[in-house]
């Protein structure tokens, strides 16, 4: 009987481990999850600062065109809206309708005043952009929809090139001023 008691004792020990560590990783997974829904909330504030103060900037991620597909984008792009002015350091892959008569082409690497500006709530965590401005090259047109959790989604319009798409992150550490 002594031998039965003990075999159940060291069976009981495994299983209070496991309840034991069942328990911990509830109570890490509420507290996560708390830290997610903050940093969620602080994520969505600073996208809807940055939108109501038209200072924005979007770190790319990937770009999308129909002659080359989908690749994944480093060396640290981005489009930045401040004021009335955009800043566009994208790259580009595709076609250009008509030869550039400037010695170095510009593509989306540029520094422009914006023309024309359109911001409308599309969903209830949707913020559509559309913008256009002009270069020495080319007229642009920049649809850019701004998701709260940060994610956002360019498409860029040219009157002499195939269109371009990107996908990337607002920068919600950047300071609002």
Known sequence: MYKQSSLQGR?????MLALLLTTAALIAGCASSEERARYKAMTQQAVMEGLAQRHLCISITSMSS???????????????????TINSYLPYIGQVYQS??????????????????????????????????????????????????????I??????RDAISFEGDVDVSLPKH
Not at 108 to 114: G, K, S, V
């Open 11 to 15: 069976h009981c020990k495994p299983l």
């Open 66 to 84: 129909a002659r080359y597909g989908t690749r994944m984008v480093s060396g640290g792009f981005s489009l930045e809206i401040k004021g009335d």
């Open 100 to 153: 550039m008569v400037y010695p170095t082409p510009q593509g989306l690497n540029f520094e422009a005043p914006i023309l024309a500006f359109n911001q409308s709530r599309q969903k209830s965590d949707l913020t559509r952009i559309v913008l256009d401005t002009k270069t020495q090259e080319d007229n642009y047109r920049y649809v850019i929809d701004v998701y709260d959790s940060g994610k956002a989604y």
């Open 155 to 160: 498409r860029v319009r040219g009157q002499l």
